[in-house]
Nanobody, 128 residues
Framework: QVQLVEAGGGLVQAGGSLRLSCAASGRTFSSYALGWFRQAPGKDREFVAGITWRGGSTCYADSVKGRFSISRDNTKNTMYLQMSSLKPEDTAVYYC?????????????????????WGQGTQVTVSS
């Protein structure tokens, strides 16, 4: 059973930085893509960034390109999201997700309702 545990959320001022982590367990993730999604109050869950576990190719939503960076540490089975130049509109609950037999690019287009593995979410609040 895949388990995903996020950490690192919090309150930050606009222009600041945060790093989220997602510890993954329960599988060998070489055939998976992992990614970050977010959901603001009253809005649908949306793709933020993804990474193909084998090879490390990445994909980003246009709204975060140049500000966010996704990475993974194979030895720790942990994925990270480094967020910089944060804006109030980045405020949301951030979720870690995993999709088998997928890639970062494909993950961007998978409806969140079709993704089986999710973490519990971590709140990110950016004040203006």
């Amino acid at each position: 059973q895949v388990q995903l545990v996020e950490a690192g959320g919090g309150l930050v001022q606009a222009g600041g930085s945060l790093r989220l982590s997602c510890a993954a367990s329960g599988r060998t993730f070489s055939s998976y893509a992992l990614g970050w999604f977010r959901q603001a109050p009253g809005k649908d869950r949306e793709f933020v960034a993804g990474i193909t576990w084998r090879g490390g190719s990445t994909c980003y939503a246009d709204s975060v390109k140049g500000r966010f960076s996704i990475s993974r540490d194979n030895t720790k089975n942990t994925m990270y999201l480094q967020m910089s130049s944060l804006k109030p509109e980045d405020t949301a609950v951030y979720y870690c997700a995993a999709a088998r037999f997928s890639t970062a690019q494909a993950l961007q287009h998978i409806p969140p309702s079709d993704i089986v593995y999710w973490g519990q979410g971590t709140q990110v609040t950016v004040s203006s």
